[in-house]
């Protein structure tokens, strides 16, 4: 191979690395030491993975290399010199992992690189044929493809197992993927081998942590689900390994090998895959026992068999560590079965499986003598490995979903049988029981194991679970809420599940559940898993081996659970039975933080006394060469293969004799019989600070768990507690209890989370921390505990608790003793509070701690800056929570002293008492001689007693005054020296007079500390009057006054009400928005309900000292609103309203004035209003309509436009109907009165007297639609009839051409369009701070403008980012200017712009307004064409009016049609600033060119929906002739109308390519100006209109040119034929109304210039459409 001689450890290295050093050495215990075998690297190695007979080293840069026995090139590469993987160099891989016989490795990006052994497919698919490529040379990218997605994607992978024969991977998304073959996969499958990794759908929708491999089994760390989502009781606390119990069956309904037992279970078993050969170690052969741990044991040894479900009695005592594990040759069946129904249908086929199973047994055992050396047990010589551990040959058993119950016994055998014992055989077929089922459930129901969402029959669709992860698993703090789920082989009991047999399919390990287990480690065939937490136990050793010197051992140890195969004692206990999890015996105080596990060893890291870790070793113990070669020469003599036990190995982990010279030791590492460390050389700096702040937490935890489990946990669980504690001790226990449950589990997160980064120390910066990154976490939780504990003890709770414990705990008291190591001699109920307080001093070993790292660094660094600021806040988080309890202990001492009924009620868990004048120091200014006064300052109140009598604890009356509506005020000292302070409540003010300037220094002290603490949280008090002025916070009223029983939140100055706020009255009342000096002020929503009606009004507007008045909106509840009264009792918010109980609906918005409604203003009626059933909007005077407005009657179908007095219709108005009549003329107390003129839909009118509405009484013309006359005296209603007294004139021939002009003269009698609005531009005046139309101050014009946008950024916090940045804009004030440049005039009208779409604007309240009365007036059914003349002088009207408030603002404008100052003017071309956007060309000064582009586009639907109207028919006449003329071909079109020959265009451009136009060609010509043209309808303002038609003209010009030779000047006989056809071809529709808009609102500076002759042009052609004959 080419790499064969590549090495990492070149010989003379030049450097060698201080960390991460590797330690190999092959496993025995202290009987013979054995040598740990440096390697020596150039690198720090990061990572180690152990296999059979290879390992791997990831060595830092991503580098990895391999050593051992490389079958798969047929290498021996020696630890020392390991060999570059050169296919891995290109990335940088984070993790490596080993199987039995081959190797995986990650990369930083989440690929998966696999290569070794593949006899089994653990390497995944190969090229070629899968059966010839049994190795795979080098690694190669093994994707991991997740198909039920759409479309597939790559899943990215962060950690790797690997076993004999499968692989495991984990996913970014906590996924669990298998491939390979066996059982051990968890796959519903049948066919093996899998070759593509597949998703565990078993542990779909869980979030598996962490993943290991045994040699035929599979372990997974799991994340509880919410505990809403599971309906599981907590399993009961293991007590040491007592199991008295006979084993029996909770289920039946349940199969933890994941298959239904059906009646064909019987059958035979299918037929088993031919064994492979698998690849071999030089020198290994088959039956090679060299450097394994010794199994042989003969079959005639086997003197008793055990089903799982069968009791086991021992006659005699039996040796612990004589246990060995055995296969059964035969299975005697039962003499008398139990009558229960049995686990099979039929109890013969039982016996018959028996039979058969027995037969099958032996033909096995003589089959592996021929020469099979591998067996369906674990106990084949070869079974080795940590992570995984493959045997050296392999026969592979398929665990299908079919596996019959004859293989599942088949593949047991028994763990924990005393040799040379006799045993009691009993098999006992209980009710629902067999094999199948867990040991350890006698008679319990319902119970099933919390995390088995049911086994699947088949491929199982994706499950969702609302998985509930502890509060920080997110922020990367592991979680300790876990379980451990198992699958694969059982035949030593390494799963856990209390018996022998194979699991198909993931199951949860449910001894394990709620131990907070934080790592698992499989070996060959045994398993063991990490806790959080630990234990405190006393035990006798009966007969202390060699290794034990004390006969009384105290064990204080991180819990470590360990099952399985026992037989070289790697379990670390003698605990029976082995199929459950047992703990693993510490001594000596040691905590244990890592754990290993080999074939037949454990290795495991734990604190001890000092800095440096200790390493543990628990397993087989190497034997002396004589001895070796002795039991070589026995087992040579034995001609069978079974495993024996190992003659020498440790009975509890015991501690390694060269750990102390290895450094410090941050990892351990086991695989096959080999066993490597990770260490550090340098034990001191950051390393020694961070294991120490570890090993402090992990004890912490111990003892907060302790804690938890022999006092807490049993208080919390007695059902006496509560009456014995009472209600409120009851509720403050239960908080205590869940804030220490929330401390005790952020301390293991944290523990668990240091373990971690202590494991990678290399890749990790201390300033990632668990302890820095999550302070805030930390400090809320210590606070919320210490605060839980301090209430507690205030209320008593301690003594309640004291007597309660000694009931509960009874015997327990001398265990709970042991919790008082600092403090021994504390007792009583000094005890819990000693106890419940000592949390409290961790925070103390932070703050030693942490200086320890601040000192490894630079005071430059971020690191130490980092660490100082960390240290600086727990500090001073110990020091407050070290006066909070003082604090608590002084105010249970206050209440203890001052006992009795009275001041119960002012006995509150959360109230600390500060300091009281029970000594007369402080009294009331002018309280009488006799009157005994008492004040008591609380870190939430100051209460104010007036005693009856002067025995303690006896008052009649008390005053409580929340801290934070106190505003106090220190009075200087007068010559009487009198020593006051003025205080100021929301209600009251008074004075206290203290005895002495020091009482008053100190009550000051105490009082501005409080009002500091709780305005700003800090405490630490303020100087006399510096505490805020202006606040924020909640009261409720109780003295008399318009605000009685009202509770108001918001802001606050001096004592009274002010800023914005909420008032909420009883009776349902609400005001939101601004106060000032106590009463509403500004802007402010009221809710006023209806009791009766069950329905509310609404007003949200202005007030002004308690009243409304400015704009505002009202949504009626009465249907009373028109009366003056009844907006007065609005504004005084009385409860008389309730009588006001017609409930309309109705809705004012508008202007008031002192509660009455006055200005503009717009009133929606209600739907059950039978009065009032319509919207007027217009002018208010005193609450009453008066002046110009506009009214739609819905019920009528009448709009009625012109003047109001008094409520009722007076004046000159104009009225419309919804079938199309119109008149016009005047009112007297809302009735048609006088002249007017009407006119019906079909042109019919009358010109003469009204008496009536619609009703004529008088002289008179009534004219016809065909112009006759008939003029005389008429009476009666128009639309009855009316009675005639005079002459008819019929129109002569030669006068019909003239009659339209002689027909009506409309506008006589209209309001005129100055002076419509007038109220509506009165309102913007009024916003801009004048109460005159253009008298005031220009500077605060500006200042109001600025305030109003300011007001409303601050209520408005979800405004977009472009509104924030157009406010602020607007919200600068412009400098003054003298006269106005181009450039300036650029600057207002972009202002202006802004501005118009600002509804808080006051220019924006004004354009909205004016938009919404135009379209009131001119929108509807009752839309006439008669009012387009006085919609466009309304409309230019608009425009003088908002030209002057403009100008107002910018005063340097010059006047309409002035020219501006500094551009010179042209005589042959001026210019409009709406024609360009460059400032160069603005000469003249135009309102509607500056104004029209921000109303117009808002106004155009009405008013061009009248210009349609009014030129209906000439409209009719144009679009048909269009339509008639497009039907022609281009160049007959351009010969009809006149075009000649020389502009014909002869070649038309497509696609690039130019072509000869033909005659039959049709809208080729002239095609880009027709295009320009038809954009004329997109545009709104005359100026683009006018800008189209220059446009169209310029594209015509340019398309002509190109045909013409020399210089080309347009005529008109040329231009006008040209121009109509490219009218003729861009088909407009309302043509007729584009001209006539753009004629009446042009501007008139460029009416005589280009654009006016280009426009008359397109006019020309309108008209010439018009004139075409038909025919």
């Not at 995986?104 to 390497?123: I, P, V």
């Not at 089994?217 to 599971?230: F, G, I, M």
């Not at 700003?1016 to 409720?1036: D, E, K, L």
């Not at 059914?1421 to 002088?1433: F, G, P, Q, T, Y």
Request: charged content about 20%; some cysteine.
């Amino acid at each position: 191979m080419e790499n064969e001689e590549q090495s990492f450890a070149e010989e003379g290295a030049s450097a060698t690395p201080k960390r991460g050093l590797l330690h190999i050495w092959q496993s025995g215990g202290p009987s013979e030491p054995p040598s740990p075998e440096r390697v020596l690297l150039s690198r720090s190695v990061l990572q180690v993975a152990l296999g059979e007979h290879h390992g791997l080293l990831l060595a830092q840069g991503g580098h990895v290399y391999s050593f051992g026995e490389l079958l798969w090139r047929g290498l021996s590469v020696p630890p020392s010199a390991p060999l570059l993987e050169a296919s891995l160099g290109g990335m940088t891989v984070v993790h490596v992992a080993c199987g039995g016989f081959h190797c995986g490795a990650l990369s930083e990006q989440g690929g998966m690189y696999m290569w070794g052994e593949n006899t089994a497919g653990q390497c995944g698919p190969t090229e070629g044929d899968a059966d010839s490529n049994v190795t795979v040379a080098d690694p190669y990218l093994l994707a991991v493809v997740d198909n039920e997605v759409v479309p597939p994607s790559t899943v990215r992978i962060v950690d790797l197992a690997c076993g004999r024969e499968h692989s495991l991977a984990l996913s970014a998304q906590n996924e669990l993927w298998a491939w390979g073959s066996g059982c051990q996969l968890g796959l519903v499958t049948s066919n093996f081998p899998v070759w593509q990794p597949q998703k565990v759908e078993h542990l779909a929708g869980r979030h598996v942590i962490q993943v290991a491999c045994g040699a035929y089994h599979s372990l997974a760390l799991v994340r509880c689900l919410h505990p809403k989502t599971l309906n599981t009781p907590k399993p009961q606390e293991r007590r040491g390994s007592q199991w008295d119990e006979p084993f029996a069956s909770d289920d039946a309904h349940y199969c933890p090998l994941g298959v239904e037992l059906t009646e064909n279970t019987g059958a035979e078993t299918p037929a088993r895959r031919p064994s492979r050969q698998r690849l071999r170690p030089a020198g290994i052969s088959h039956g090679s026992q060299a450097h394994l741990c010794p199994h042989s044991h003969s079959i005639s040894d086997k003197k008793n068999v055990l089903l799982s479900g069968s009791v086991i009695e021992p006659d005699d005592h039996v040796d612990p560590l004589t246990q060995t594990d055995s296969c059964t040759a035969s299975y005697p069946l039962p003499a008398t079965t139990d009558k229960k129904k049995a686990a099979l249908p039929n109890e013969q086929e039982l016996h018959k499986l028996l039979q058969k199973l027995s037969g099958h047994s032996l033909e096995m055992q003589h089959s592996r003598r021929l020469g099979d050396a591998d067996s369906l047990s674990s106990q084949t010589s070869d079974d080795s490995y940590v992570s995984s551990t493959p045997s050296n040959e392999l026969l592979h058993t398929r665990c299908e979903n079919d596996l019959t119950f004859s293989e599942v016994v088949r593949s047991s055998s028994l763990v924990g049988l005393e040799e040379g014992s006799v045993w009691k055989k009993k098999i006992t077929l209980e009710h629902k029981s067999s094999s199948l089922t867990d040991i350890n459930q006698k008679g319990k129901t319902g119970t099933r194991r919390c995390s088995l969402p049911g086994t699947p029959t088949h491929a199982t669709q994706r499950r969702h679970y609302s998985s509930k992860p502890s509060s920080f698993s997110e922020d990367r703090l592991p979680s300790l809420e876990t379980e451990v789920w198992s699958w694969g082989r059982g035949s030593e009991g390494q799963l856990g599940h209390g018996d022998q047999l194979a699991r198909l399919q993931p199951l949860c390990i449910k001894w394990l559940t709620g131990e907070d287990v934080i790592k698992v480690a499989a070996g060959s065939h045994h398993s063991l898993a990490l806790t959080a937490q630990c234990q405190k136990k006393k035990k006798e050793i009966q007969n202390p081996s060699k290794y034990c010197t004390r006969l009384e051992t105290e064990h204080s140890f991180m819990q470590v659970y360990s099952w399985g195969s026992n037989m070289c004692g790697q379990l670390g206990h003698v605990n029976s039975p082995v199929t459950v999890p047992q703990q693993a015996k510490l001594s000596n105080g040691l905590r244990a933080w890592d754990v290993s596990g080999g074939q037949s060893h454990s290795l495991l890291l734990a604190d001890g006394e000092r800095d440096q870790p200790l390493l543990l070793y628990c397993g087989q113990q190497q034997e002396p060469r004589s001895k070796q070669s002795e039991t070589s020469c026995r087992a040579a003599r034995s001609c069978q293969l079974s495993p024996n036990r190992a003659e020498s190995y440790t009975v509890r982990p015991t501690l390694t004799p060269f750990c102390m010279e290895m450094g410090y030791i941050s990892s351990v590492c086991s695989g096959g019989q080999r066993c490597a460390l990770l260490a550090n050389q340098n034990i001191i700096g950051v390393i020694a600070g961070v294991h120490e702040l570890a090993s402090v937490e992990r004890r912490f935890y111990c003892w907060l768990s302790s804690l938890r489990k022999l006092l807490l946990t049993p208080l919390f669980n007695k059902e006496s507690a509560s009456p014995s504690l009472g209600d409120p001790c009851t509720r403050l226990f239960l908080s205590l209890y869940k804030s220490f449950v929330q401390l005790s589990n952020l301390i293991g997160q944290h523990a668990t989370s240091l373990t971690q980064f202590l494991h990678n120390m290399l890749r990790r910066d201390v300033a990632s921390l668990p302890l820095l990154t999550h302070i805030q976490h930390f400090l809320d939780a210590y606070t919320k505990y210490c605060t839980a504990v301090g209430d507690f003890q205030v209320m008593g709770g301690f003594q309640l608790l004291h007597k309660l414990s000694l009931e509960c705990l009874g015997s327990k008291q001398t265990k709970l003793a042991q919790l008082f190591e600092p403090e021994p001699s504390v007792s009583g109920e000094a005890d819990l509070g000693f106890l419940l307080y000592w949390p409290l001093q961790q925070l103390q070993q932070y703050v030693r701690i942490l200086p320890k790292l601040e000192a490894c660094y630079d005071v430059l660094t971020k690191e130490y800056q980092f660490l100082h600021q960390s240290c600086m806040q727990y500090e001073h988080l110990s020091e407050t929570l070290q006066r909070r309890k003082k604090d608590a202990e002084v105010t249970f001492v206050f209440w203890k002293t001052h006992s009795g009924k009275n001041t119960e009620g002012l006995r509150l868990p959360q109230r600390r008492v500060l300091c009281e004048s029970s000594n007369r120091a402080l009294t009331l200014q002018g309280a009488g001689r006799f009157s005994n006064h008492w004040f008591i300052l609380f870190n939430d109140a100051l209460v104010h007693i007036q005693r009856a009598s002067p025995p303690k604890g006896l008052f009649s009356t008390h005053r409580v005054y929340p801290v934070n509506l106190l505003w106090v005020k220190p009075l200087p000292e007068n010559d009487s020296g009198c020593y006051a302070i003025k205080m100021s409540c929301p209600e009251e003010t008074f004075i206290l007079v203290a005895s002495t300037p020091q009482e008053k220094n100190k009550w000051l002290h105490f009082l501005n500390q409080e009002v500091d603490r709780v305005l700003s949280g800090g405490g630490q008090g303020s100087p006399p009057g510096i505490t805020a002025i202006s606040r924020t916070a909640s009261y409720t009223f109780t003295g008399d006054g318009r605000f009685k029983d009202a509770q108001y939140t918001g802001s606050w100055l001096a004592g009274r009400v002010h800023g914005r706020g909420t008032m909420r009255w009883q009776d349902g009342r609400t005001y939101t928005g601004n106060f000032k000096n106590g009463l509403e002020d500004g802007y402010g929503e009221c809710m006023i309900p209806d009791k009766l009606l069950n329905k509310a009004g609404c007003y949200q507007g202005q007030w002004r000292d308690g009243k409304i008045h400015g704009f505002g909106i009202y949504r009626s509840v009465d249907g009373l609103c028109r009366s003056a009264s009844r907006w007065v009792l609005l504004s005084l918010f009385l409860p008389m309203l309730d009588l006001l109980r017609y409930a309309t609906g109705e809705v004012y918005e508008g202007c008031f004035n002192e509660g009455q409604r006055h200005g503009y203003g717009m009133l929606r009626s209600g739907k059950m209003d039978k009065t009032f059933s319509g919207v007027f909007i217009g002018q208010w005077l005193c609450d009453k309509r008066s002046g110009y407005g506009v009214y739609d009657d819905i019920t009528r179908g009448e709009k009625y436009m012109g003047m109001w007095s008094d409520d009722e219709r007076h004046g000159s108005a104009v009225v419309v109907t919804q079938y199309g009549v119109y008149f016009e003329g005047n009112f007297r107390e809302s009735k048609m009165s006088g002249l007017g003129l009407l006119v019906s839909d079909d042109d019919t009118g009358f010109h003469g007297e009204f008496s009536e509405d619609w009703t004529v009484s008088g002289k008179g013309i009534l004219s016809l639609a065909n112009g006759d006359t008939l003029e005389g005296h008429f009476s009666g209603e128009w639309s009855t009839g009316l009675k005639v007294d005079g002459i008819y004139t019929k129109l002569a021939a030669d006068e019909i051409e003239d009659k339209d002009r002689k027909n009506f003269l409309l506008g006589q009698y209209v309001v005129d369009a100055e002076v419509r609005w007038v109220c509506v531009f009165d309102e913007c005046w009024r916003r801009l701070g004048c109460d005159v139309a253009g008298r005031g101050e220009r500077m605060t014009a500006w200042e109001n403008i600025a305030i109003c946008i300011s007001s409303a950024r601050q209520h408005s916090p979800d405004l977009s980012r472009y509104q924030s940045k157009v406010l602020e804009s607007l919200e600068c004030i412009p400098h003054p200017t003298d006269a106005v440049t181009t450039t300036s005039y650029e600057n207002i009208r972009k202002y202006l712009a802004k501005a118009c779409e600002t509804p808080i604007h006051p220019l924006g309240w004004l354009v909205e307004t004016l938009v919404t009365v135009y379209r009131m007036t001119y929108l509807g059914v009752e839309s006439n064409h008669r009012l387009l003349r006085e919609a466009v002088k309304e409309l230019q009207a608009y425009v003088k009016h908002f030209y002057s408030i403009v100008r107002f603002l910018f005063p340097g404008l010059p006047e309409d049609g002035s020219v501006l100052p500094d551009t010179p003017v042209s005589p042959c071309r001026i210019r409009c600033s709406s024609f360009s956007e460059e400032p160069s060309f603005v000469s003249v000064v135009s309102c509607s060119g500056l104004l029209l582009p921000l109303l117009l586009p808002q106004l155009y639907q009405p008013l061009f929906m009248l210009y349609c109207l009014h030129d209906e028919q000439q409209e009719a006449q144009y679009w048909e002739r269009i339509l008639r003329l497009n039907k022609q071909p281009d160049q007959s079109l351009l010969g009809f109308l006149g075009v000649r020959q020389k502009f014909w265009p002869m070649w038309m451009s497509v696609l690039g390519e130019k072509k000869q136009i033909v005659s039959s060609s049709k809208d080729v010509s002239f095609g880009c100006a027709v295009e320009t043209l038809q954009q004329i309808s997109t545009t709104f303002t005359p100026s683009e209109k006018l800008l189209l038609i220059q446009n169209t003209f310029e594209e015509l010009t340019q398309e002509i040119k190109p045909m013409q030779d020399g210089e080309f000047l347009w005529c008109m006989d040329d231009l006008l034929p040209l121009f109509l056809y490219i009218v003729v071809r861009a088909k407009i529709r309302n043509l007729g109304a584009e001209v006539s808009l753009i004629e009446d609102l042009m501007d008139p500076n460029v009416q005589h210039g280009e654009l006016g002759l280009m426009f008359t042009t397109l006019k020309a052609c309108y008209m010439q459409i018009q004139m075409e004959s038909m025919t």
